[in-house]
């Protein structure tokens, strides 16, 4: 009889940093210690801790053991396993880390009471990291597809769309469009005509990694929501469109699609009702623009993934000018949960126009790295401070990136602001997929803007001459400034091409680009106008604004400088510092690279200063 | 699959096996399973309550997990009982047999079984 269950996860984070071999070394030693009888070692998706992997849970007690090593098994398995005694020096304690004061003698065993987890609301996220991906079983032990089975056999496809509609659900892929209003449009003409069900996963912010996790953690709720769908429009074919980068959301998902079809809960009249519906994937090969909705359906189609001028809309001529509905991997692991519980449920969580909840990849400077799901309307600083456990090294907070590459930056005076898709609006950013990052004094805002957009210059496709020619033109104005070249006209010139861009761009890749630029301007112009006038970066990133210099009557001469110096660019001098016994030292700026190793190998003396 | 009754009936064999990662149930058992208590029998204890729970069905609200030592040795296979609402009880000296009768009073009954605890054991 089975007492104990381990739960290895198996997502990419975790996995890149060992964890299949940590849950190869469980099952042996467990054989080991004659447990095998006793203990259940299983593979799940995503924790959402990702900084803390590979990451390992011991149910029943609810254990959240960290960084676990090969090594470190066989002591859980004879400790934990066979006598009962946690191991203590691998629990994930956020006591630890000093931000929580709990009373005496109490290790926080169990991840459910960490401060992480304690004020998130999991519902995309509710069997990631609980169940098995691979096992349809264990999903359906999870109330899998009885939402399917609810809507095929209770309710009409009309009752379907008026659910999702009167949820509020919104999109989670970014620009929050109303779920239910667009299968509303997709619904006419029911068994007439061929239409499909899409589901955008190129998920291709930097930094986003929300929709690969689900896809890792519970494949079976995107295809139990999409085969809804194709119940809700009158479609009897989905197509899941998936970066080839995602290779094992790429595979789960195809394990799950064969048990599906399987169980008969993909495929021919299904649970007897004369529904069909089937799902295919299409890999897609990483253009950013594919996540632009009809970008991606044109690369479905096998052609090049260009955008192409709405309206029509999808809901009218989408996929090979069907009509087609297509929703984001997050918004789908919504739905089944929608028809199970009702839309006044899922209404009852979030704000007034923003329902349900939202899931951030929390990433930067920030403490706890990974997955966190909030309701709508949690205020940033929770998300920041409690949730993400601060800014790591005692830094202070500076900014917020959300959105990514389409998105904008929210500056500290903003923190308290309740995230949904309005107030981000308003504030100059916007939900985008839901990448998150933090960022300390140490960050350029400059830099963060250029950043964003040599990422769009990159993937902007071509096709139209806004977006093609001016991202290229305001990454150009960027590189002077923070080359020290800037005029103060360049930040007019910066604003008004945005809005040329912005207004003239075909998809929403260009009209959106500018937003990093427009968001830094808005909330750090004095950082700008410290690169133009003064020549100077604040942070102390840009490099051709930075120099450094040795302080001669600090220098003890040790040469540990010149030694570590890349460019040989640190020499003796002939200046010997009253008290000291050697020469100073002194940097060549001509030569220097500005790479800071000599600052990194003067910090005990601090001779070395940047400015 | 043809039919809404065969998915439940997937579902109501699963969730016994899942049951388990829930870990919000009211009661809780502990077996006390350092050393001391291996050696003392604690073993077949916990075998005999983890099958208890699953055999009559009480999975969904009874988790039995394991402890270290408690610091009572000689009372060795110590197991505790801990229920929301409710204060601790703590049984000592414990045997399989001992086991499936405190699973029919104390928690499908809600009777304490007095003569296992140790404040019955200390007085004796």
């Not at chain 1, 989905?238 to 048990?259: N, S, T």
């Not at chain 2, 009372?75 to 029919?104: C, H, I, N, W």
Request: proline share 4%.
């Amino acid at each position: 009889m089975i007492r104990a269950h381990v739960l290895c996860c198996g997502g990419t984070g975790c996995t890149s940093s060992g964890s299949p071999k940590i849950q190869e070394t469980f099952a042996s030693e467990i054989q080991k210690q004659g447990l095998s009888d006793e203990v259940k070692v299983v593979q799940t998706g995503c924790f959402g801790l990702c900084a803390l992997g590979p990451v390992v849970i011991v149910y029943p007690d609810g254990t959240f053991y960290s960084h676990v090593t090969v090594e470190d098994v066989p002591e859980i398995v004879e400790e934990h396993l066979l006598k009962g005694r946690v191991v203590e020096r691998l629990v994930y304690n956020d006591v630890a880390d000093g931000t929580a004061q709990p009373e005496l003698g109490e290790v926080h065993a169990s991840l459910s009471d960490t401060n992480f987890y304690k004020s998130q609301h999991r519902l995309a996220l509710r069997n990631c990291g609980v169940i098995n991906p691979e096992n349809i079983d264990e999903y359906i032990a999870m109330d899998g597809y009885r939402a399917l089975g609810k809507a095929l056999t209770e309710m009409t496809p009309d009752e379907v769309i008026s659910t999702i509609l009167d949820s509020g659900l919104r999109g989670r892929g970014g620009a929050g469009f109303p779920t239910g209003m667009k299968w509303k449009f997709a619904s006419g003409n029911r068994g007439k005509v061929q239409k499909y069900v899409c589901c955008n996963a190129d998920e291709g912010d930097p930094g986003a990694f929300m929709d690969r996790s689900v896809l890792e953690g519970d494949p079976h709720a995107v295809i139990e929501a999409m085969a809804i769908a194709g119940y809700a429009i009158g479609a009897d074919q989905g197509y899941v469109y998936v970066r080839a980068e995602y290779p094992i959301a790429v595979k789960r998902l195809q394990i799950a699609i064969d048990q599906a079809r399987e169980y008969g809960l993909l495929g021919k009249d299904i649970f007897g009702t004369g529904f069909n519906f089937d799902l295919d994937i299409r890999l897609g090969a990483g253009a950013f623009v594919c996540g632009e909705e009809t970008a991606l359906m044109t690369s479905i189609e096998g052609k090049r993934g260009e955008p192409r001028p709405r309206p029509p809309f999808p809901a009218v001529k989408g996929l090979f000018e069907k009509p087609t509905i297509l929703n984001n991997v997050e918004t789908y692991a919504n739905i089944p949960q929608i028809i199970l519980n009702g839309a006044e449920w899922f209404s009852s969580i979030g704000t007034e126009k923003s329902k349900g909840t939202k899931v951030f990849a929390l990433g930067g400077k920030i403490k706890h790295t990974g997955l966190v799901e909030v309701p709508m309307g949690t205020t940033l600083r929770h998300i920041i401070e409690e949730i993400g456990g601060g800014i790591p090294n005692g830094k202070k907070f500076k900014a917020a990136q959300t959105g990514g590459p389409s998105g904008g930056c929210i500056p500290a005076h903003l923190i308290d602001t309740p995230i949904d898709y309005e107030n981000l609006l308003a504030i100059g950013s916007m939900m985008g997929s839901g990448g998150l990052i933090v960022m300390d004094e140490d960050n350029c805002m400059v830099d963060i803007a250029r950043f964003f957009l040599d990422f769009t210059v990159d993937e902007s496709c071509g096709k139209c001459t806004p977006c093609r020619v001016g991202t290229r033109r305001l990454l150009e104005i960027l590189d002077k400034i923070i080359s020290g070249n800037g005029e103060m006209e360049d930040l007019d010139r910066l604003e008004e091409l945005s809005n040329y861009i912005k207004s003239a761009s075909l998809c929403g890749l260009g009209q959106t680009a500018p937003n990093p630029v427009l968001s830094t301007l808005r909330y750090f112009r004095e950082e700008y106008i410290a690169h133009i006038v003064d020549k100077r970066c604040p942070a102390g990133v840009c490099k051709k604004l930075i120099s450094y210099k040795i302080d001669p009557e600090k220098c003890i001469g040790c040469g540990m400088c010149a030694k570590n110096c890349p460019a040989d660019a640190i020499h003796k001098t002939s200046y010997v510092a009253p008290g000291h016994k050697l020469p100073s030292m002194e940097i060549d700026t001509a030569k220097c690279v500005k790479c800071g190793a000599c600052m990194d190998s003067c910090k005990k003396i601090q001779a070395i200063s940047k400015g | 699959m043809k039919s809404l009754a065969e998915l439940a009936e997937i579902r109501e064999r699963m969730k016994d096996k899942i049951v388990l990662r829930e870990g919000n149930n009211d009661i809780r058992i502990v077996v006390g399973m350092a050393t001391c208590g291996i050696a003392a029998g604690a073993r077949p204890v916990l075998n005999a309550f983890v099958e208890g729970v699953n055999a009559e069905g009480l999975a969904d609200r009874v988790t039995v997990s394991q402890t270290g030592c408690i610091g009572i040795c000689q009372y060795e296979p110590v197991v505790e009982v801990f229920q929301s609402g409710k204060d601790k009880v703590t049984y000592v000296k414990m045997t399989a047999e001992k086991a499936a009768r405190v699973l029919k009073d104390h928690i499908k009954g809600g009777k304490v079984v007095d003569e296992y605890t140790i404040t019955y054991a200390k007085k004796a």
